[in-house]
């Protein structure tokens, strides 16, 4: 590394993490790589990060705080995006930290390989159970699994500003839609073996459990409404459609029980979206197996208003599949 390191922008959204504060920021500070900027951008957080913010600005020269009235994580992180200065820049939860050396590591391979972005490998901690996985990328798996987290890698911070690659303003995949943005405009794209990020997830009762997690309309809804706008971002793009030739599949949402317990206007609303997602697949070259996602053949599907979907579900659902678990533990296994 030379001697006059290029400055690297750590961007931290914080909300409502306050047990996880000093843990997270303290990692990044500790890091070997020294010439950063940590932007802790406070997310309107209800409990005493915006103090812990303002008092680690005091004690340390890189950190710039921004306050900002509650907008959600994509708002925070654009806004890291927005006013980054460095060459590069990697995100960082406020519930989450990395390893000394992870920066480093990137800016080294970025600088080395003149990537506009590298990825490295996740570890991921379940805090309840303490199971470790490690989630690793490659230039050989498919788009849907390149672009499912986005921690852990290195953007050209010019490539971010000028393209206007923003996260979506979804609550549930709103990574997922920057990850793709990043895909399509980054020229060059360096995957690496090397953990450069400690994910941690946390358990079901915690304070903030994950958007995944909560199920309710709003996420259940945004889950579908992600989808419709990558797949036609994806059919924008000459480089990613051919990335995705009989993969598109992939990004339809599987569709549960939890549909039947929403209003008649919300289903209609998911309805609408998930047609758009069915209709923008050639499910006759896909390889994905359309059943399992919407639990009808498609053509059957795009013939069907809301409320035949939904008599369908419900038969599905609250009938049928009741009906062969208990014959499956009625009749003998030989």
Known sequence: MKEKQPLLTVSVPVYATEEFFERCVDSILASEYKNLEVLLIDDGSPDNCPKLCDEYAKKDSRIRVFHKENGGCHSAQNMGI???????????????????????????????????????????????????????????????TKIIGFQGGIYRTKMLQECGVKFGPFRIGDDTCFALMVLHYAKN?????????????????????????????????????????????????EKLSRMTQNDRGEF???????????????????????????????????????????????????????????KYLKREFEVLRPMKNRMKKILPIH
């Open 252 to 310: 339809c949402m599987v569709i549960d029980e939890n549909w039947l317990k929403y209003s008649e206007v919300e289903r209609k609303k998911c309805f609408e979206e998930l047609q758009g997602i069915v209709r923008m697949i050639d499910w006759k070259n896909d390889k994905t197996d359309i059943k399992g996602f919407i639990q009808v053949a498609p053509e059957k599907f795009l013939d069907m208003q809301e409320e035949d979907y939904t």
């Open 82 to 144: 927005a006013n980054a200065r460095g060459e590069y820049m990697v995100f960082c939860d406020n519930d989450d930290m990395v390893s000394p050396e992870a920066y480093r590591i990137l800016m080294e391979k970025a600088l080395e390989t003149d990537a506009d972005y590298v990825q490295g490998t996740v570890r991921r901690t379940n805090s309840n159970t303490g199971e470790v996985r490690l989630w690793e990328r490659k230039d050989s798996d498919n788009v849907k």
């Open 189 to 237: 794209i360096v995957y690496i073996n090397d953990i450069t990020y400690e994910y941690f997830i946390r358990p079901l009762d915690a304070k903030e459990a994950s958007a995944m997690q909560q199920r309710n309309f709003a996420h259940y809804y945004d889950d579908l409404r992600w989808r419709n706008w990558a797949l036609h971002f994806i059919d924008k793009s």
